[in-house]
């Protein structure tokens, strides 16, 4: 892939081209179908947090013959290949998460929405003494919060 050049003060700096979408799911070792296309233009142009539905939803505008079945498989398959994050957030939801680096998040236990949690924000607890055959591999930080009920 041939490098784009942008023009400082007196200086050039060669910065490689983003990725196509086509490209992005070849790299990721998925095959761009139509229908996955689709879902990744829904996912991966900017951060989003999509549950299945919403992702068939707004991937039907797009192709409106998607069927569920494609989105609910190729999701896993997304993750698999390191283009999302799946987020448990309780035993019936699951967020997709478009941002793969480490990072927390809010969920707003009323409205079901989901918010990147700056880490400059956080406090991370002590983590407990490991047994030697074990290491830290992740940080999976979700707060769950909801409006204050009123007695």
Known sequence: MPP????????????????????????????????????????????????????????RKILPTLSRATVYNTLPVMVQGGLLRALRMDAERMIYDSRVEAHSHIYHEDTGMVQDLDASELSLPHIPSLPSDLEVVGYDLIVRVRKHTSH
């Open 4 to 59: 784009v050049f942008t023009k400082g003060k007196n200086t050039m700096h060669s910065t490689p081209a983003p990725l196509s979408l086509p490209e992005r799911l070849r790299a990721a070792g998925i095959l761009p179908t139509r229908q996955r296309l689709a879902i990744a233009q829904v996912l991966l142009q900017q951060p989003v947090h999509m549950c299945a539905d919403e992702v068939l939803l707004a991937a």
